[in-house]
């Protein structure tokens, strides 16, 4: 029986080791949490951080592993690359999968092929950081290079917030870097899903839109997407192009990434992130409902080196896909269930209404007495909904107004 190892096994990353056994594997997993979730439902686990390359590496070694998966994790994904090179295992090459990894060195190799990027210099401390400052106008964005889910981005108004953007961002910084950029006024919804390249070609991607709560403290800090696609098609084909090219540039091979993008003045479209992993946040799943596509079965049989561009091409066309997208059947969203107020949990309740009409699925692993935060970004989502709609109108309206569904209770 193959061995996969798979990097991680928060409650995010269950649904992965589940399919990878259900896909007949010997499954391995790995991470410094001997309690997460995942972890009971593989044939073995180490307690291995998934961020030390060399000690993944060992064990890989040691096991005697057929493929290594980083699924929905930016901090792993280097190390799986890292790992599937030394020992000649399929994955995409591991300095194109750090350059995606981080900020600084994304914007900076944007920058080198003429993408539309925003203007971006990256630092190491507050000192450089102040002498450049200038170069930009305000607003901008401050962010750490190696973090996801808004953490540690700020949007600063005035170079006197600097220092504490810059704290702020390094406190979450894995490698002590950060990035200043141009902040993009966007037109429309920011771009977001998850997209699949097969030895190097963009073979599909589902692509919705992003959205928010103006009243979180960071009114830029995503609560989910929603699907299908509203705003016009040529920004996706032209998205499509973005992505190929990259994909090529970089000499990807068979991986699955999690898409941000924008449109901005003039109608460019700017690749904002194009993470080297699925989506979190439930993205594949709520696709698999929404198209009938299943990429977390392609990211492991990839991993694998058992997956091929006919395969996908021929699941795409017996979806009724065309290129590389699929039509969606109904109208989705994923929705990160957060708390306004910072306190102990208590209860959730649903409006019965709601759950029966809209509630598919609802993930969390929250006990009584948790501590939970205002939500300021992921690192404060106490669980994550995947809901269905009957209409656009519905959707967005039930998206607007959801704290009507739901109550929260803190101790």
Avoid at 97 to 114: A, G, M, T, W, Y
Avoid at 128 to 139: C, G, N, T, V
Avoid at 356 to 365: A, G, N, R
Wanted: aromatic residues 10%; charged residues 25%; proline residues 3%.
């Amino acid at each position: 029986m193959k061995k996969v190892l798979m990097l991680g096994g928060s409650l995010y990353q269950t649904y992965a080791i589940k399919e990878a056994k259900r896909l007949g594997y010997h499954v391995i997993t790995c991470d410094y949490l001997p309690t997460n979730p995942g972890h009971q439902f593989a044939d073995e686990y180490y307690n291995v951080s998934t961020t030390d390359k060399e000690a993944v590496l060992a064990l890989a070694e040691k096991l005697q592993i057929d493929g290594i998966v980083a699924y929905a994790s930016d901090p792993a994904a280097p190390t799986a690359a890292y790992v599937a090179e030394k020992l000649g295992l399929p994955t995409s090459p591991y300095k194109s999968v750090e350059i995606l990894s981080n900020k600084d060195l994304f914007r900076n190799f944007l920058q080198k092929h003429n993408f539309n990027c925003p203007k971006a210099m990256g630092f190491i401390t507050y000192e450089d950081a102040l002498a450049h400052i200038d170069e930009f106008q305000m607003p901008v964005m401050v962010k750490p290079v190696d973090a996801s889910g808004s953490r540690g981005i700020t949007k600063m108004t005035d170079k006197s917030q600097l220092k504490a953007c810059v704290e702020e961002a390094l406190s979450y910084s894995r490698g002590k870097r950060f990035l200043v950029e141009e902040f993009i006024v966007k037109k429309g919804h920011q771009i977001s899903g998850d997209a699949f390249s097969v030895d190097g070609k963009l073979v599909f991607h589902c692509l919705g839109n992003e959205f928010y709560d103006p009243n979180c403290d960071k009114d830029f800090a995503p609560l989910g997407e929603c699907w299908p696609f509203q705003m016009n098609h040529r920004y996706i084909e032209d998205l499509e192009q973005q992505l190929q090219r990259l994909m090529t540039l970089l000499d990807m091979k068979s991986n699955a990434y999690n898409v941000e993008a924008i449109v901005g003045e003039y109608d460019k479209v700017y690749l904002l992130e194009l993470g080297a992993r699925s989506g979190g946040s439930l993205i594949p799943q709520v696709t698999e409902k929404a198209t009938g596509i299943n990429m977390v079965t392609w990211v492991i049989k990839a991993a694998m080196g058992e997956l091929s561009i006919v395969e996908c091409e021929q699941e795409i066309a017996a979806r009724g896909g065309v290129g590389c997208e699929v039509p969606i059947s109904g109208y989705w969203s994923n929705y990160m269930v957060h708390s306004d107020v910072t306190g102990e949990f208590k209860s959730i309740h649903f409006n019965e209404e709601f759950k029966k009409k809209h509630l598919i699925d609802w993930v969390t692993d929250l006990k009584v007495g948790d501590k939970i935060h205002r939500f300021r970004g992921a690192e404060d989502c106490i669980g994550e909904f995947i809901l269905k709609y009957d209409n656009m109108n519905e959707m967005f309206q039930v998206i607007k107004d959801i704290e009507k569904y739901i109550s929260i209770q803190i101790l």
